[in-house]
């Protein structure tokens, strides 16, 4: 019984680790953590000041969300996606480059109260794609 018990146990373990592992290594999950790394840097450099090195991330941000335009979330790969669905993914993608180079002109004049704004823009369209298009997979 206890070797059934173990045997199933591990049998469970194995495929949870292995969906998890299909799910998690996708290209689109990849910019994401490239996306959540340097957001951190560049809060953590705004905060010190070192706007010219926020920049950087920023340029890193956006490289990520434009490469992320061409690869489709989990959710939208499914059999009952719209056209509409991945031209809003499009759009909030587009939208969020477009905030991110407002951020860039805003470090480069060391503009703090849009420096705020924009950084509060992010979380928002962060939160509005996440709760759109992240789904467990």
């Known amino acids: 019984m206890l070797k059934q ?3 199933g146990f591990a049998l469970v373990l194995s495929f949870s680790v292995y969906g998890h592992g299909v799910c998690g290594s996708t290209e689109l999950h990849a910019y994401m953590i490239g996306i959540k790394d340097d ?9 010190s000041g070192d706007h010219s090195s926020a920049e950087k991330y920023a340029d ?3 490289l990520h969300l434009t490469k992320s335009r061409e690869v489709l979330p989990y959710s939208l790969t499914l059999e009952n996606d719209t056209a509409a669905e991945k031209e ?11 905030v991110f180079n407002n951020l860039k002109v805003a470090l480069k004049t060391s503009n703090s109260g849009d420096i705020r704004r924009l950084f509060g823009e992010i979380g928002s369209l962060r939160n509005k794609g996440h709760r759109q298009f992240k789904r467990a997979c």
Not at 39 to 47: E, I, Y
Not at 88 to 95: G, N, R, S, T
């Open 60 to 62: 890193n941000v956006i």
């Open 39 to 47: 957001l951190k840097s560049l809060s953590m450099n705004v905060k």
């Open 5 to 7: 018990w173990l045997v």
């Open 88 to 98: 809003l993914y499009i759009a909030l993608i587009d939208e969020s480059i477009l």
